[in-house]
């Protein structure tokens, strides 16, 4: 979306009508956009303010991520309390993460015990190793 205001007013009307109870975005950069009636929580990116970054957005309240992993500021981990799945969503760059993400991932899958993961994201070139 950018900062062009003619997509912003789109996504906006998009949300507007077809009231998602979650919405998970990538390439947000280190700014959130507020939408009427949801919260959200921001991984925002380390390198600039218009690349990178993601974010969920949710009509319930989100509470606080579930894991931050320090060196891979792109993913929004969540667990809701009245759900029993948890949400990654996740924006790996182009030629960036080097295997980091996929090791993320499959580290979650390897616990003895785990939940239901719904995996949400733009995965570029990691997303055939997870």
């Keep these: ?51 990178h970054g993601a974010a969920i957005y949710a009509k319930t309240y989100l509470g606080q991520p579930t894991n931050r992993h320090p060196r891979l500021a792109n993913i ?5 309390q009245d759900l029993d799945f948890e949400i990654i969503n996740m924006y790996i760059a182009p030629l960036y993460g080097k295997g980091m993400y996929t090791k993320y991932i499959k580290d979650l899958f390897n616990r003895e015990k785990h939940p239901a993961y719904l995996i949400l994201g733009d995965l570029n070139q990691e997303a055939g190793a997870i």
Excluded: C, W
């Design 76 to 80: 929004v981990h969540l667990a809701f």
């Design 1 to 51: 979306m950018g900062d062009n205001p003619n997509k912003l007013l789109g996504f906006i009307k998009a949300v507007d009508k077809e009231q998602p109870d979650i919405i998970a975005l990538q390439e947000v950069g280190n700014k959130v956009l507020p939408i009427k009636g949801y919260n959200y929580i921001l991984s925002p990116s380390a390198e600039t303010a218009s690349q």
